[in-house]
């Protein structure tokens, strides 16, 4: 499976913010949700099933970087988290 299929399955439930949505979300005040430089994403399923090596792989490949291998719960639910290196 390639990372189209891959995130095919994702869903983006964060991009670009307002100052004020990210307040409201408890982002951090310097995010890169403020400058479009990151992105949360879900995969179908609870998080422990989510394919974890293969997201890292395809992120890294892309030249992004996971900012924790485990998903986050903070903010807009539970995610993992994708920004710019």
């Given at each position: 499976?390639?990372?189209a299929d891959l995130f095919n399955?994702?869903?983006?439930?964060?991009?670009?913010r307002s100052a004020a949505h990210?307040?409201?979300v408890g982002g951090a005040a310097g995010?890169?949700?403020l400058r479009g430089e990151a992105a949360d994403i879900v995969f179908p399923g609870s998080p422990s099933s989510w394919p974890m090596a293969r997201v890292r792989a395809a992120v890294q490949r892309?030249?992004?970087r996971l900012r924790d291998e485990r998903y986050q719960t903070r903010g807009t639910g539970a995610h993992?988290?994708?920004e710019t290196v």
């Open positions: 499976m390639g990372a399955s994702a869903r983006v439930t964060s991009f670009v990210n307040a409201e995010s890169k949700h892309a030249g992004l993992l988290h994708i």
